[in-house]
């Protein structure tokens, strides 16, 4: 169907708890980002992300990572898009300014989830809504 993949650099200012670790709701929020981008370039509209059925978080994601998250719709429904994520570290911080490529990246977080687009012809957020200042 189709796959979208968004690189980022983890800033040490998202690090919560001791060894520079950054919690598990980082992740899902890059999961968002990228099915924004999946259901534009699907639907031409942002759409809205309806839920989880399945959240993994494998190994820890630390401030001066990179990660490599994906998202691949695995299902399409009139409305809806089933998505399989997946966020890869792909670099290491190693301290300092220092950091090197992992051999063998390692799966952080895995994720199924649920977005919803508007009915071909209405947008997502009802004209009355957008008027409102």
Avoid: W
Wanted: glycine share 10%; net charge neutral.
């Amino acid at each position: 169907m189709i796959t979208v993949t968004h690189r980022r650099y983890v800033p040490y200012s998202h690090a919560h708890y001791a060894g520079n670790l950054v919690d598990g709701a980082y992740s899902l929020g890059l999961f968002g980002d990228v099915a924004t981008e999946v259901c534009i370039r699907l639907d031409g509209d942002e759409g809205l992300f309806a839920s989880y059925s399945d959240v993994q978080f494998r190994a820890p994601v630390q401030a001066g990572d990179v990660l490599e998250v994906t998202a691949a719709v695995t299902r399409m429904g009139t409305r809806s898009r089933t998505i399989d994520f997946t966020a890869t570290v792909v670099c290491r911080g190693a301290g300092g300014s220092a950091a090197q490529v992992l051999a063998e990246p390692v799966v952080a977080v895995t994720a199924t989830g649920t977005v919803v687009v508007p009915a071909k012809g209405r947008p997502t957020i009802p004209p009355a809504a957008q008027n409102r200042t």
